[in-house]
């Protein structure tokens, strides 16, 4: 298996423009989470789904972020519009359960909001 | 709220040395899991060892060990005979119920 993908791995834009993160999970895994890795606040969690459903969007931070899982093999992050604040990594991970089961990390996105 | 602290923001080894990481965190939960993940300069994550709170023994993973205290809610990582290959960050990271909290990391630089 080719691992979490992600695309791109860069991303450079200006504020006010839509950004749009692409995940792929590996085959099989059924939970899908987005993080967001910043020098200031470290790594959080932004939203998980399970069987393509979100369960918790609570480190969403705000209406600008929005996120989906059409289908079980492909997510994407939204950023509308974007603020130089929100430059940062993106990750995205998934695992074939919650709890005690290994999360996969794709390699991360860098976003650069000028 | 489940937090995770990582006290120590860099570190620094010799190679062929010991050295261990501290990690606190602090849960009203009784059923969790604990994580140390790696994140070397090429920014991937990695899993390095994983603990079940249930579990009295300490999880071992090769050149990599854990002293896991539950009532001091205590999850250090050691790692013997250091490598420059070890040269990253590392994160500590608690798992309750479905959230992966993380630490702040320390970053662990092995001199040659």
């Known amino acids: 298996d080719a691992g979490v993908i992600q695309s791109p791995r860069h991303e450079v834009t200006e504020m006010g423009q839509e950004v749009t993160l692409r995940c792929k999970p590996i085959?099989?895994?059924?939970?899908l989470f987005w993080y967001r890795q910043t020098m200031m606040r470290g790594l959080e969690l932004l939203i998980y789904?399970?069987?393509?459903?979100?369960?918790?969007d609570s480190g969403m931070p705000e209406d600008r972020f929005s996120a989906k899982m059409p289908n079980a093999s492909f997510s994407t992050l939204k950023i509308q519009p974007s603020e130089p604040r929100d430059s940062a990594v993106y990750f995205c991970?998934?695992?074939?359960?919650?709890?005690?089961?290994?999360?996969?990390f794709g390699p991360g996105t860098r976003l650069t909001v000028l | 709220a489940q937090t995770v602290t990582q006290s120590q923001p860099e570190m620094s080894v010799q190679e062929a040395e010991t050295v261990t990481l501290s990690c606190t965190y602090d849960t009203s939960e009784n059923n969790y899991y604990l994580f140390w993940y790696k994140q070397p300069p090429s920014r991937q994550m990695i899993l390095v060892i994983r603990?079940?709170?249930?579990?009295?023994q300490n999880a071992t993973e090769n050149r990599f060990s854990v002293n896991f205290q539950k009532a001091a809610k205590s999850f250090s990582l050691k790692i013997s005979d250091s490598q420059l290959g070890d040269t990253a960050m590392y994160f500590c990271?608690?798992?309750?119920?479905?959230?992966?909290?993380f630490g702040q990391g320390t970053t662990l630089q092995v001199k040659p």
């Open positions: 991970a998934s695992s074939d359960g919650i709890s005690y089961n290994e999360q996969f």
């Open positions: 085959s099989g895994h059924d939970y």
């Open positions: 990271a608690f798992m309750g119920t479905g959230k992966l909290i």
């Open positions: 603990q079940e709170a249930y579990k009295q």
């Open positions: 789904f399970n069987n393509n459903v979100p369960i918790d």
